[in-house]
Nanobody
Framework: QVQLVESGGGLVQAGGSLTLSCVASRDIASFNAMGWYRQAPGKQPELVARISSGGITDYADSVEGRFTISRDNGKNTVYLLMNSLKPEDTAVYYC?????????WGQGTQVTVSS
């Protein structure tokens, strides 16, 4: 079993920055991948960014060049640095971990970007 706890969400003006953190209850070095998803009101969840155990990253087109995902295995933490935020980035952001064939999710953290 893996628990994931996100933090770092909040209210920010357009053009601002936020850094989300996701702390896992186990050694993330053994995880196949970790990622961030988001869900805006009335919309389907979408992948924002993910990082493999080998450090390979993948981003949604809408955030490429603005967001950066990283991981610190020593702290069992994955980060999402979000720059140049836009109102359309407003959503609940969820951390996700894939361990073999099992997916684990955090409880989510709200990000609101005002225009």
């Amino acid at each position: 079993q893996v628990q994931l706890v996100e933090s770092g969400g909040g209210l920010v003006q357009a053009g601002g920055s936020l850094t989300l953190s996701c702390v896992a209850s186990r050694d993330i070095a053994s995880f196949n991948a970790m990622g961030w998803y988001r869900q805006a009101p009335g919309k389907q969840p979408e992948l924002v960014a993910r990082i493999s155990s080998g450090g390979i990253t993948d981003y949604a087109d809408s955030v490429e060049g603005r967001f950066t995902i990283s991981r610190d295995n020593g702290k069992n933490t994955v980060y999402l640095l979000m720059n140049s935020l836009k109102p359309e980035d407003t959503a609940v952001y969820y951390c996700n971990a894939r361990v073999r064939s099992t997916l684990y999710w955090g409880q989510g953290t709200q990000v609101t970007v005002s225009s």
